[in-house]
């Protein structure tokens, strides 16, 4: 097959169009249907506003008459005692409390690698949404593991609340775990 030089082709020129009407009649129809839209819609505006002026004037007229037809409430008898708001005064209610103990520290694993690049490239991770962690060797039964940890955390709640401000910067997978 013969290779083709495109770079020195002439351009071709589209032909000319000599057929086509320059100029387009006037849209009568469309203007006349615009222009009743636009009259529509001003008269509807001006009806709303001549029938809330009508509104906002019988309005209180009919509160006035409303007002002087209700009756006033009854006095309350005087024959019946409420003796519960005594006894709910002097009432006393025991509450068993007890005092639940943190079963100690926690810690927080949020990753594991098998090279310690990663895991100090991780750890710079959560350096970076502003705490500080460790990396642990780990001897498994598939080799050595590296693992990213946080803590130790006094309640699982602010281990909990630290997981959640790491999910914030992105840093997902933590998993909290007592400390042994």
């Given at each position: 097959m013969k290779n083709k ?76 005692e409420w003796s519960f ?96």
């Amino acid at each position: 097959m013969k290779n083709k030089d495109y770079v020195s082709q002439k351009k071709r020129q589209k032909p000319v169009k000599h057929d086509v009407p320059k100029g387009r009649p006037f849209p009568v129809v469309k203007m006349l249907l615009v222009a009743a839209l636009i009259a529509g819609f001003v008269g509807g505006l001006l009806y709303i506003k001549s029938d809330s002026s009508d509104f906002q004037e019988t309005q209180p007229q009919v509160h006035k008459k409303q007002t002087q037809k209700s009756k006033p409430l009854p006095p309350p008898p005087e024959d019946e005692e409420w003796s519960f708001i005594e006894e709910l005064e002097n009432k006393n209610v025991e509450v068993e409390s007890e005092e639940l103990k943190d079963r100690g520290p926690y810690k927080m694993q949020c990753a594991s690698f098998r090279s310690q690049s990663d895991a100090e490239g991780f750890k710079a991770q959560i350096a970076f949404a502003g705490y500080e962690s460790q990396v642990i060797p780990s001897q498994g039964t598939s080799g050595m593991w590296y693992k990213v940890v946080l803590g130790p955390f006094e309640r699982k709640r602010d281990a909990e609340k630290t997981r959640h401000i790491l999910k914030r910067n992105d840093i997902t997978g933590c998993q909290i775990w007592l400390w042994r």
